[in-house]
């Protein structure tokens, strides 16, 4: 069975404070890692996906990266609105329906 | 340009009522899920579509119905709703297995059952 863990569960940064979210996985065979933020209110909407070990990508003050067991978000100098909600998930090759499993979430704060 | 379209927004129902939430579409994506979202279990699927007449059960199936008639809607049915069912629905859609771009998601359906 496909497990997304993500940590922390909360983190309030202030202003311009950079930190990393961490998304723990275990999945027979990864086809694809994903990242998504969810603003209060809303659907998630989609940052990146990463498909093996090495990879990185990045928008804006936001970095991906990806290991055989964990990926992170790298958040470099915050500001406020980058606060919400942020949502990992994985694919895994042999999952029919092309479906993701999620996990949790962390809430980040930033605070001005 | 409105990508995945959720009706209605919120909705109250009591418990033993029936009521269908829609979910459409107008990427012409071949694949649709059905997710709801509780506090402290994060999404979790419901049900989900790999084309237009097909349907398959997900995570958390029982108490929900879906049927995919056009490719570009998916419904979501609650024959006889319990408080168990309170929660938010996400509709959701990709183009098929490769999910480069991930899915695009609705806004959300807020469902309180009392």
């Known amino acids: 069975e496909d497990q997304v863990t993500q940590s922390p569960e909360a983190l309030r940064l202030q202003e311009g404070e950079s930190s990393s979210l961490n998304c723990s996985y275990t999945v027979s065979g990864l086809r694809g890692l994903f990242w998504y933020r969810q603003d209060p209110g809303k659907g998630p909407e989609f940052l990146f996906t990463?498909?093996?070990a090495g990879e990185e990508k990045e928008k804006e003050r936001l970095k991906a990266t990806l290991t055989k067991k964990e990926s992170f978000l790298h958040i470099t100098a915050p500001k406020p609105e980058d606060s919400a909600t942020y949502l990992c998930?994985?694919?895994?090759?042999?999952?029919?329906?092309?479906?993701?499993?999620f996990g949790e979430g962390t809430q980040l704060t930033v605070n001005p | 340009n409105a990508g995945v379209t959720q009706t209605p927004k919120f909705r109250v129902l009591k418990t033993g009522q029936s009521m269908t939430l829609l979910c459409a579409q107008d990427?012409?994506?071949?694949?649709m899920y059905w997710y709801r979202q509780d506090p402290g279990m994060g999404l979790r699927l419901i049900h989900y579509s790999v084309g237009e007449g097909t349907t398959a059960k997900g995570e958390v199936p029982d108490g929900y119905n879906v049927s995919r008639l056009k490719k570009q809607n998916f419904l979501l049915g609650l024959e006889s709703a319990a408080p168990s069912q309170t929660s938010v629905y996400f509709c959701?859609?990709?183009?098929?297995?490769?999910?480069?771009?991930?899915?695009?998601f609705g806004s959300g359906t807020r469902l309180t059952v009392v």
């Open positions: 990463l498909y093996s």
């Open positions: 990427m012409n994506h071949e694949y």
């Open positions: 998930a994985v694919q895994a090759y042999e999952t029919s329906g092309s479906r993701l499993t």
């Open positions: 959701a859609s990709s183009y098929g297995p490769r999910q480069r771009y991930g899915y695009t």
